[in-house]
C-alpha cells in the first residue's frame, strides 16, 4: 500500500475537471508539457513509425487499359504489390500554434514489388498475355499536418494534411523482355493511379497508428501510476494545447483507492528494544493523511493512534497508555541515479488525547513520542526510499534516461521538469505490438 503513498503525494492534491472541456479555463490535476527541443528528440525516431505505417498499409490491385498504336486495347494489372525496401534519409518537426504538428520527412526511398500481368490481340487475331515480376523504386518527400483534439478523455489526432510528392519513380520488369511500350504506359498512365493508391493508403494508415500511439502512451501512464488497490483516472480534461515553443495537455488525474493500511511490523521492529520483552506497540492512522504541496516542500498531516499494551499475569494484553497526536512533517523529494530520495525538512507533533494517563505512563509517552521522532520517522522515510524506488522501477521507471531532474513543490502543485533521452524501449514495444 506504500505506493498509494507515492500516488497522494503527487496527485491528491490536485483538483477535478470536466472530460473534454471547451473552456479555457479548466482545472487539471496533471499538465503535461512537451518542449520544442523535447520534440526533437522524440522526432529522432519517427522514422521508425513512417516505416511501420508504409508496411502495414495494404495496396490494392491496379487495373485499367489503354488503347495502344498497333496493339490496340491493352489490359494491365499490378498484383500483390508489397514493400521490398525502405529508408528514409531525414525529418523535421514544427508546431504551428494554436493549429497543428507539421512533420516534414525527406527522400523516402521505397521500393515496391508485385506482378504485372497484362494482354492484348496480337497479330491475326491472336491473344497475348504476359505476366513479370516488378520492381517500382521511388523517391518521395511526406508532409503531414496532424491536428490533436480530445474526444471522450482521449487524444485523438487527425491528419489535416498528408502530402506525398515523388521525385523518382521508375519502373523495372525481370522478364526476359522488357517491352518498351509498357514501361511508356507505366509512366503515362499507371503511374497516376498508383500515385493516388499510395497516398491514399499511407495517410490513412498513418492516421489509424498515429491514434493508435496516442491510446498506447496515455494507457501507459495511467499504468506507471496505478497500483494494485489504486487506481488514477487520467482522462483529457481538455483539448491539447499547442504553441509555438511547447506542446500541452492536461488531465484529471482523479485518484480512486480501496484505503490505506498501516504495516505494523515496521512499528514492531521499531520498538521491540523496550525493556519490556512482550509489550506491544500499534500504531493507526485515525483518517487518511492529507498531503498538500507548499513552496517548503510536501506537508503530510497525520493522526496517529498509538498503543503501549503490556501483558496480565494471565499473559492477556491490556493498553497501559495510548494517545493520539497530530503529526506534521515536511518533505522534500528527489531523483537522482534512477533512486528516489526523500529528505525531512521539518515535523511537528501535537498531543490531541491520552487515556490511562499515571505517572510510569507519563514516562512511556515520552519514551514514545522520542522513538517516534528520532528513530520512528527517519526509518520509515528511509524505507519508503528503497519501497518507492522499487515500485517505480517495477514501472519500467528505470528504464527512461533521466537528465537532470527536478522536483519542484509550488502552492498547490508540484512540478517535475527534467530532460530525457528517447525511450526507446516503449517505441520497441509499441511496434511490436503493431505486428
Not at 17 to 42: D, M, N
Not at 122 to 138: K, N, P, R, T
Not at 216 to 225: G, I, N, S, T
Not at 342 to 347: E, G, I
Request: aromatic residues 8%.
Amino acid at each position: 500500500m506504500l505506493a498509494a503513498t507515492l500516488l497522494a503525494l503527487a496527485l491528491a492534491l490536485l483538483g477535478n475537471a470536466h472530460a473534454c472541456s471547451k473552456s479555457t479555463s479548466y482545472e487539471a490535476g496533471i499538465v503535461c508539457r512537451i518542449t520544442q527541443p523535447a520534440t526533437l528528440v522524440l522526432n529522432q525516431e519517427t522514422t521508425k513509425v513512417i516505416q511501420t505505417a508504409f508496411q502495414r498499409a495494404s495496396y490494392p490491385d491496379i487495373k485499367g487499359e489503354k488503347a495502344m498504336m498497333f496493339l490496340g486495347q491493352v489490359k494491365y494489372g499490378l498484383h500483390n504489390i508489397q514493400i521490398g525496401h525502405l529508408s528514409i534519409a531525414s525529418s523535421q518537426v514544427e508546431l504551428v500554434e494554436d493549429k497543428s504538428i507539421d512533420i516534414s520527412i525527406q527522400n523516402v526511398s521505397v521500393i515496391f514489388k508485385g506482378t504485372l500481368n497484362y494482354g492484348y490481340t496480337g497479330a491475326w487475331g491472336l491473344g497475348v498475355d504476359q505476366s513479370v515480376d516488378f520492381e517500382i523504386d521511388s523517391s518521395i518527400d511526406l508532409q503531414i499536418n496532424t491536428e490533436l483534439t480530445c474526444d471522450s478523455g482521449r487524444v485523438r489526432a487527425n491528419a489535416l494534411d498528408c502530402y506525398l510528392s515523388f521525385h523518382k519513380l521508375l519502373l523495372h520488369l525481370h522478364g526476359k523482355r522488357e517491352p518498351g511500350w509498357m514501361k511508356h504506359l507505366f509512366i503515362n498512365f499507371i503511374s497516376f493511379t498508383l500515385k493516388l493508391v499510395l497516398k491514399g493508403q499511407v495517410c490513412k494508415q498513418i492516421n489509424v497508428i498515429t491514434n493508435i500511439m496516442a491510446d498506447f502512451v496515455q494507457k501507459k501512464a495511467a499504468d506507471f501510476l496505478s497500483d494494485t488497490d489504486t487506481q488514477v483516472d487520467i482522462s483529457l480534461a481538455g483539448p491539447p494545447v499547442i504553441k509555438a515553443t511547447y506542446l500541452e495537455s492536461h488531465h484529471k488525474a482523479m485518484l480512486e483507492t480501496q484505503g490505506l493500511n498501516t504495516n505494523q511490523d515496521i512499528f514492531q521492529e521499531l520498538f521491540s528494544g523496550f525493556p519490556t520483552s512482550q509489550a506491544q506497540v500499534t500504531v493507526h492512522c485515525v483518517k487518511m493523511p492529507k498531503i498538500s504541496c507548499q513552496n517548503q516542500g510536501v506537508v503530510v498531516s497525520s493522526s496517529v493512534m498509538v498503543k503501549f499494551l503490556v501483558p496480565h499475569p494471565g499473559r492477556q494484553l491490556f493498553v497501559a497508555c495510548a494517545f493520539e497526536e497530530d503529526i506534521i512533517t515536511t518533505i522534500q523529494a528527489s531523483y537522482s541515479k534512477k533512486k528516489l530520495f526523500l529528505s525531512l525538512l521539518d515535523f511537528q507533533i501535537k498531543p490531541k488525547t491520552v487515556s490511562n494517563l499515571n505517572e510510569s505512563s507519563e514516562s512511556v509517552q515520552s519514551f514514545l513520542r522520542s522513538m517516534i521522532t528520532t528513530v520512528g520517522i527517519p526509518e520509515v522515510m528511509s524505507r519508503l526510499e528503497v519501497v518507492l524506488t522499487a515500485f517505480m522501477n517495477s514501472k519500467g521507471l528505470d528504464l527512461f534516461e533521466i537528465i537532470n531532474p527536478e522536483i519542484i513543490t509550488r502552492d498547490g502543485y508540484l512540478l517535475l521538469q527534467m530532460d530525457f533521452g528517447f525511450p526507446e524501449h516503449l517505441l520497441m514495444d509499441f511496434l511490436q505490438r503493431l505486428t
